[in-house]
């Protein structure tokens, strides 16, 4: 286990200058997309309804050839910033990941403070709100998705927690060199999504090619590193998101001077549809 003190990279924005190369590192492929970290501009930002002093990056959402399960958010909202009414959807639940400042989530009544490695789980319907009460502004991930619920299991409640209380678990045979920190427990069979922190310390691989049913979300927090995209071996590092399709070959070689970090989604614990996503609210 490492001891390390955890960074969050968050986007900055801004434009840059005409003397720039074009040259960049985006990939959109039928398995698999790179949004690198240059690519999340000013110019690139979304306006969402009922938020106030708050922009977001869209950096996934359930797209023809993208991703099918997911929408991934980087929320940015200034302080005195937030919405009383964020979610439009009431049969989403939602994850939120503080990267920078601190946003007070309210349910129930209670208010929590959240500040960087602040996660929360919120189920479908839970009626919360989000303001930023501090001086700078708040960044953080906010991924949705549509919970699929199933006869005779309890949706799970509502969770808060920060990355620090959480011990990372060590994947087999590695001697902690790769560790995954998960905020739910994964034989808890009502979470339909899993959202994780894997760490690579300098020089960890993921010594296969993994090939699988769940769809990914990959935000990198910290570092660099090479990572295997279904044929191509492609070079990332902090703040960079990739989007893994389901059974998209993928490895890893964390090559660089550093720990390598990111927030995983994955979807969990559910049968395969045997219905195209269209017919599925018929």
Not at 110 to 137: C, D, I, Q, T
Not at 143 to 165: C, S
Request: net charge negative; aromatic share 12%; glycine share 10%.
């Amino acid at each position: 286990m490492t001891t390390n003190i955890p960074t969050y990279y968050s986007p900055r924005g801004g434009h840059p200058p005409q003397t720039e190369l074009l040259t960049g590192r985006a990939v959109f492929t039928e398995a698999y997309a790179v949004i690198p970290s240059g690519v999340m501009r000013d110019i690139v930002t979304s306006n969402l309804p009922f938020w106030n002093g708050t922009r977001a990056w869209i950096i996934a959402r359930p797209l023809t050839g993208f991703a099918e399960t997911f929408s991934q958010y980087i929320m940015e909202v200034q302080p005195g910033g937030g919405s009383d009414k964020p979610e439009p959807d009431s049969s989403a639940e939602g994850v939120l990941f503080v990267t920078e400042g601190e946003l007070t989530v309210k349910l129930d009544g209670k208010g929590h403070r959240m500040g960087p490695g602040g996660y929360a789980f919120l189920p479908p319907a839970s009626g919360w709100s989000a303001v930023n009460e501090g001086a700078v502004p708040a960044r953080f991930h906010w991924i949705r998705k549509a919970y699929e619920k199933v006869e005779g299991v309890p949706v799970p409640e509502a969770l808060f927690i920060n990355e620090r209380d959480v011990a990372p678990t060590s994947m087999p045979g590695t001697a902690g060199r790769w560790a995954t920190t998960r905020f739910v427990d994964p034989d808890d069979i009502g979470h339909d999504m899993h959202v994780n922190i894997v760490t690579f310390e300098p020089g960890a691989v993921i010594p296969f090619t993994e090939t699988h049913v769940m769809e990914h979300g990959l935000y990198v927090l910290e570092g660099k590193a090479v990572y295997r995209l279904n044929r191509d071996w492609v070079e990332v590092e902090a703040g960079d998101f990739m989007w893994l399709r389901a059974f998209c070959p993928q490895a890893c070689y964390a090559g660089g001077p550093g720990r390598f970090r990111y927030l995983l989604y994955k979807d969990v614990n559910r049968h395969a549809s045997l219905r195209p996503a269209w017919q599925l609210s018929r």
